[in-house]
């Protein structure tokens, strides 16, 4: 297997950027914004709650991010990899994944850093505003989001600069560009062959 982390501020290109990693590896996607996106449609009291935190910029309660994501991890055990993308998002959530991921011989191989500047971001989200029409992609929300990130995400680059596995990327460029940036990245680590098969 080999496991990727796909990390960077909102709209750094983490969800577009892990698309191309599934099409040219056959690794699976999980992306935990993606997750509970989805799940907001079921009206449940969970997704409820978790409509609290999100549409305010703020995190999911780490035991029902990790309830959520681990149960489908462990469903692709049999993969080629799994791409992180969204998680993890503080020191603890990055503490559990390896523990969980060790305790059955997981690990992982690569963390990719995507680096954009703040004024880059910023029309970013906007842009995806206007065409998804995402409901934190609004000014206070926004606000929120790079604040938390800042105050809780951003460390775990230094985390993962310690273990050795950080990769850091100019995200500051189109998006075909960057992802040849991205392949590198990993081939520097372990080169895992580019996928041919149906997806
Ligand atoms: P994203 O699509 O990754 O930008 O995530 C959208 C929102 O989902 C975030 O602003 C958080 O409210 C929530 N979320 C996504 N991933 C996580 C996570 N790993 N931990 C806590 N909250 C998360």
New binding site residues.
Partial sequence: MYNIIVFGP?GSG??TQSKNLVREYGLVHL????K??MDLRDNSAIDEL?NK??SR??????YI?LRS?FKTALQHQQSKGLIF??????KN?AVLLKKILNKKGMKIDKVISLEVEEEELIRRIMRRARKYGRT?DVAEVIHN?FV?YEAETLQLKEYYKKAGILCSVSGMAPIPVVFERIKRCINYGKAIKPYRGKL
């Fill in positions: 909102p983490k969800g992306s935990t914004g993606q509970f996106r978790i935190f999100m910029g703020y995190l999911v309660p780490d991010v994501l993308d969204g998680f993890p998002r503080n959530q934190d989001r938390v």
